[in-house]
């Protein structure tokens, strides 16, 4: 397992459609231990392969936050299938857009469909945090970030100063060139 570098706004890569998994096989697996673990060590409640440079409809998610049981969950190729007609509003963060928070209004509940790890079809209801972090998810595999459910003033506003702090830190030498070995 490793702990993957998580890509950030702006980066072409976030705005990419992801391809569908053909099967869950080993490969595939591997990623999703690398996600999860890659998740629990920002820490975050969620996290689709599109984040770690990956293009495939891959996403893990555990919402608990460490208070009560573990719920992970690890799904390819997520669909929503149902959405319920009344909406949630609640304060979103990305790992993608770090330190930046807004409200985004969704579907309170939804219902996904999904290939879990063993490669079986599988359904899960959900509302609340899950149903947020769901939809959060199966966004970024569509190249859709929180941002682009806000007003454009306040997305220019996020993607600005990422890039502006993206451009400080590509010349103050203090990270690693792209693809280095550490
Ligand atoms: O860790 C995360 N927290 C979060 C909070 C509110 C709504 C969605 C999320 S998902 C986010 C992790 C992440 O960026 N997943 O793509
Ligand atoms: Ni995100």
Redesign the pocket.
């Known amino acids: 397992m490793a702990v993957l570098p998580i890509i950030t706004a702006p980066d072409p890569v976030l705005k990419k459609v992801a391809s569908p998994v053909e099967r869950v096989d080993d490969d595939v697996r591997r990623l999703m231990d690398d996600m999860m673990e890659t ?1 629990y060590a ?7 392969a599109p ?1 770690v440079g990956v293009g495939k409809r891959v ?1 893990v998610l555990d919402v608990s936050k460490r208070e009560g049981p573990p719920l992970a969950l690890q799904m390819a190729n997520p669909e929503i299938v149902w959405a319920s007609d009344d909406d949630a509003i ?8 770090p330190e930046h ?1 807004a409200e ?1 209004t969704r579907p309170a509940a939804v219902k996904v469909r999904y290939l879990d790890r063993e490669d079986e079809i599988r359904e899960l209801s959900a509302d609340g ?1 899950l149903a ?2 769901l939809q ?2 199966i966004d ?1 595999l569509d190249g859709i970030l ?1 941002v682009d459910h806000i007003s454009a003033l306040k997305r220019n506003m996020i993607l600005r100063k990422l890039l502006k702090e993206k451009k400080a830190g590509a010349t103050s030498g203090d990270r690693e060139p792209a693809g280095a070995v550490v």
């Open positions: 998740m920002a820490p975050g409640i969620g996290l689709a984040q996403v609640y304060e979103e963060g990305c790992l993608s857009l928070y985004v945090l947020i972090c959060h998810e970024h929180f």
